[in-house]
T-cell receptor, first 113, second 111 residues
């Protein structure tokens, strides 16, 4: 049990729709990172938020956006969904901006039809 | 090409040792990690090693790092059926707030 919870666990959307995924970090963890894990692949870094500001971004288009709130919760928003967005989306929290210890949630499985 | 590479599959018998290998390309890696992922679950951090270390042991787990060859390995002693999972190697570099993961090695433990 990592203390990081994600909702919903599964989601089905159609192409062109928008989706919001939610994450609740461990209390006291100032940093949240989001990763996309396609089937059979390792997780790919989307972005990181530190104290409610974006602190770094991977190779993902602007239709992937995020928010972090003072109560240790965060959101990943994806606009104009594409079929290739189907994946497991993982949220990870850490005490600070360093990556020494990332605590992952169980993820949200998104299917885009 | 991928920055972190792993073999896809490893099968061992219960009680044997498992060795999972990984190669990485970024010589500025500061930390290297091993994560475990069971079906339907997120990633569990097993262990990590700082780049100036050669070895780290933690109960049944031994991590070996060959920085010259950019090779990392995870040895699991006395492998149990509960160790069956996908194991990911990952590197952290000082210039990015991210981990770069390999594609994972599926470990199957035969009773």
């Amino acid at each position: 049990e990592t203390g990081v919870t994600q909702s919903p666990t599964h989601l089905i959307k159609t192409r062109g729709q928008q989706v919001t995924l939610r994450c609740s970090s461990q209390s006291g963890h100032n940093t949240v990172s989001w990763y996309q894990q396609a089937l059979g692949q390792g997780p790919q870094f989307i972005f990181q938020y530190y104290r409610e500001e974006e602190n770094g971004r991977g190779n993902f288009p602007p239709r992937f956006s995020g928010l972090q709130f003072p109560n240790y919760s965060s959101e990943l928003n994806v606009n104009a969904l594409e079929l290739d967005d189907s994946a497991l989306y993982l949220c990870a929290s850490s005490l600070d901006r360093g990556n020494e210890k990332l605590f992952f949630g169980s993820g949200t499985q998104l299917s885009v039809l | 090409g991928e920055d972190v590479e792993q073999s896809l599959f490893l099968s061992v018998r219960e009680g044997d040792s498992s060795v999972i290998n990984c190669t990485y390309t970024d010589s500025s890696s500061t930390y290297l990690y091993w994560y475990k992922q069971e079906p339907g679950a997120g990633l569990q951090l097993l262990t990590y090693i700082f780049s100036n270390m050669d070895m780290k042991q933690d109960q049944r787990l031994t991590v070996l790092l060959n920085k010259k060859d950019k090779h990392l390995s995870l040895r699991i002693a006395d492998t149990q059926t509960g160790d069956s999972a996908i194991y990911f190697c990952a590197e952290s570099i000082s210039t990015l707030p991210a981990l770069t993961f390999g594609s994972g090695t599926r470990l199957q433990v035969q009773p």
